[in-house]
């Protein structure tokens, strides 16, 4: 019964920004972990950030350090990632998690969203 939906993929020129929105329903106290990962073509699926819900800790890759950030909407079941000085690097499509546990890896994740495309140029 738990659904995640992304939006606010596109398409922008490189150091252009977008914040992603990722609306979750159906989420229960089991739900211990949110975060986004994102997955280039062809390559494999990779933890962007990520926020333990219970009390706001966060988590960032070294590669969107101090450009992206991860938020929740206070008393909403909605995640934001605010990306700031996107690079063609961060091109890929980016989905919305959620763990009962921990959200370190793909394989710890219990529910994905759909996806949505984020296309950077230089």
């Known amino acids: 019964q738990v659904q995640l939906v992304e939006s606010g993929g596109g398409s922008v020129q490189a150091v252009w920004s977008l914040r992603l929105s990722c609306a979750a329903s159906?989420?229960?106290?089991?739900?211990?972990?949110m975060g986004w990962f994102r997955q280039p073509p062809g390559k494999q699926r990779e933890r962007v950030a990520s926020?333990?819900?219970?009390?706001?800790?966060?988590y960032y890759a070294d590669s969107v350090k101090g450009r992206f950030t991860i938020s929740q909407e206070n008393g909403k079941n909605t995640l934001y990632l605010q990306m700031n000085s996107l690079k063609p690097e961060d091109t890929a499509m980016y989905y919305c998690?959620?763990?009962?546990?921990?959200?370190?890896?793909?394989?710890?994740?219990?529910?994905w969203g759909q996806g949505t495309q984020v296309t950077v140029s230089s």
């Open positions: 159906g989420l229960t106290y089991m739900n211990y972990c």
């Open positions: 926020i333990y819900t219970s009390y706001g800790g966060t």
């Open positions: 998690a959620a763990s009962n546990a921990r959200c370190r890896t793909a394989d710890e994740v219990n529910y």
